[in-house]
């Protein structure tokens, strides 16, 4: 029996226990564990929009502040005019050149100075230190460690960093829970995570806070997603899709809590340390949680797998459950796997003895081992790396489906923090949000089964950046409920398209690169979310109809080379990678004929 033979055996009866098994109370508490963190995930995501939002700013001048002088009386006679988001006002990176913060021919009356005209030619100077409007937090980082004016990019880089954790946590994650355990691995990254969020929200220096917000996010990111395989991997396959729906309603429930929390606690360290500390209830998980019984027997642990699922069995008061049957059943995978290995065993010894009947120098094993380990990583990742661009196929699918990406998290983070260029409340803004997310879980599964996926994508997306665009020629003020509507309506346009996305791109490659392929263009889609900052942030502060062109030209893009793509509902996944099978796969879709493929479950991994 083939490798491929015996695995697929050996799931079959795996699928075949958790059916039995039946859905009851042992997968619902695991489910509600493994989801919890999505609370706490969103908010730590999304907490940089009150943890250094961008606050009005203008030069200190100890002389005019000591006098009493309102912020207005500073502004008309110690300040430049400049244009700031498209808006003229005061400058707030430079004030008018003379001792005092008073013009030559200032009479030293300060009450009838503050009356007196402005000029704009007198010189000017850069602020050396800042006044800041606490409008709707007491103290923000931007205000303590004055990241405004030529270290403005500093604060868009405390939530790029957040997201560069997330970058380089979702691949490694992924291969150190294969290799240690999802539990270990949650258990261990959480801990981690507890410790440095604590550290975070006591940090003196800048850069330290960087640090902890990045080993925050790369922490973060795998005990999401360890958690998400944990419950994924007890569900049988006609269940992964429900629940990898339900797994993301707990992120949503966090986004709306958030703006909660930080009405009350206006201090940006007590914010991040209310936000953190809670993180400490989901130790019970790493007590409370099993481990995967799947990844139990994919590494031979069978004494622990089988001790799992008579706990499941009990738990779900399978009394008919036959105990005779499971252990026959473990008993029987386990020749399976001792199988495998034995015949992998006799083909390498079969390629030796091969080697040596050529005439070639028998190699022993060490030295055979060593030339893979010196050679073979760079070239074994370049391969699978150019695989993805080996046939016209693979390279159109590869190219579009990470241009959507980087499209859909740019875009959905850049609605998601863009209070400050729309002049909208922030405690309302990002509570509509998270309200949004909700119907773009539950509405989209209909759609996709009956429409496909295709035709979603391009209709999201499309109209994702209409909605954007229109917000550029809407009349009025940008601080009405109608203009908040229409921005409402584009972040629930592309948390949709989010949703699709992921189903779509798993089906679009074949099994062999299934999940590789998948892997790799989310991955590349971390990098809209590293950049989405600076665009709302540098270039929303020369005009903020810049960011919303942005997000509303590339979604406008995204869905128009998305028409390039194939439909694969109803459609045979792809088993291979082969270039004429590509292409049969392809003119197959094209006449939407075929078997009715199930949707894989989607991890939304914000």
Request: hydrophobic fraction near 40%; proline fraction near 5%; glycine fraction near 8%.
């Amino acid at each position: 029996m083939t490798q491929y033979g015996a695995e697929k055996m050996t799931a079959a009866k795996f699928e075949d226990i958790l059916t039995r098994l039946e859905v009851g109370p042992w997968h619902w508490f695991l489910f509600l564990l493994c989801s919890l963190w999505g609370i706490f995930g969103s908010m730590q995501t999304l907490a940089t929009a009150f943890l250094n939002p961008a606050v009005d700013h203008w030069c200190h001048i100890p002389e005019l502040v000591e006098a009493n002088w309102t912020k207005e009386q500073i502004w008309n006679v110690s300040m430049p005019r400049a244009k700031i988001g498209g808006v003229i006002q005061h400058s707030q990176c430079e004030m008018f050149h003379f001792g005092g913060g008073l013009p030559p021919d200032a009479g030293g009356d300060f009450e009838d100075d503050a009356l007196m005209p402005r000029s704009e030619e007198w010189p000017v100077q850069p602020c050396s230190s800042w006044d800041y409007a606490h409008q709707t937090s007491r103290s923000t980082i931007t205000s303590e460690w004055d990241l405004v004016c030529n270290r403005e990019s500093l604060r868009s880089l405390i939530q790029s960093i957040f997201m560069l954790g997330v970058f380089f946590g979702s691949p490694l994650g992924g291969y150190f829970a294969d290799r240690f355990g999802r539990k270990r691995l949650m258990t261990g990254s959480l801990w981690v995570f507890i410790v440095v969020s604590i550290v975070a929200s006591f940090s003196p220096y800048y850069q330290l806070f960087l640090l902890c917000r990045f080993l925050m996010a790369f922490n973060g990111n795998i005990v999401y997603q360890t958690s998400y395989i944990l419950a994924v991997e007890a569900c049988t396959t006609k269940q992964r899709s429900i629940v990898g729906i339900l797994f993301s309603v707990p992120f949503a429930i966090g986004y709306m809590l958030l703006p909660a929390v930080a009405y009350y606690v206006r201090e940006w360290r007590h914010l991040h340390l209310a936000i953190s500390l809670p993180v400490i209830l989901l130790i019970a998980n790493t007590i409370l949680l099993p481990e995967s019984p799947r990844w139990l027997i994919q590494t031979g642990k069978w004494s622990e797998a089988e001790r799992e699922l008579q706990r499941a069995a009990r738990w779900n008061s399978r009394k008919s459950f036959d105990t005779t049957w499971l252990l026959s059943t473990i008993r029987e995978m386990k020749e399976e796997a001792d199988d495998k290995k034995a015949s992998q065993g006799d083909q390498e010894e079969e390629e030796l003895e091969d080697s040596g009947g050529h005439g070639s120098r028998v190699r022993s094993p060490t030295s055979t081992s060593s030339s893979k380990t010196s050679a073979s990583p760079t070239k074994d990742f370049l391969r699978r790396i150019f695989v993805f661009v080996r046939t016209p196929v693979l390279r159109r699918v590869s190219l579009i489906m990470s241009f959507n990406w980087i499209t859909c998290t740019m875009v959905y983070y850049g609605l998601s923090l863009n209070f400050g260029n729309f002049s909208a409340d922030p405690y309302l803004y990002m509570f509509l949000g998270g309200l949004m997310e909700l119907p773009s879980y539950t509405l989209i599964i209909p759609v996709v089964m009956r429409i496909g996926r295709k035709i979603p994508l391009i209709v999201f997306l499309a109209s994702c950046g209409v909605a954007v665009l229109v917000l550029l020629v809407l009349p009025g003020e940008r601080n009405t409920w109608f203009f908040l509507t229409v921005v409402m309506v584009g972040k629930f346009l592309i948390t949709s398209a989010y949703q699709v996305i992921y189903l779509y791109c798993s089906e679009l490659y074949p099994t062999t690169l299934r999940t590789r392929g998948l892997g790799l263009t989310s991955m590349m889609g971390r990098l809209g979310a590293i950049v989405s900052p600076f665009i709302n942030d540098k270039l929303g502060g020369y005009h903020w109809a810049i960011p919303s062109t942005i997000f509303g030209v590339l979604s406008m893009i995204a869905g128009t080379l998305t028409c390039l793509l194939p439909e694969t509902n109803n459609v045979d996944l792809p088993r291979d990678g082969g270039r004429r099978r590509e292409l049969e796969v392809q003119k197959r879709q094209e006449r939407e004929t075929g078997r009715r493929s199930k949707p894989l479950p989607p991890f939304v991994s914000r």
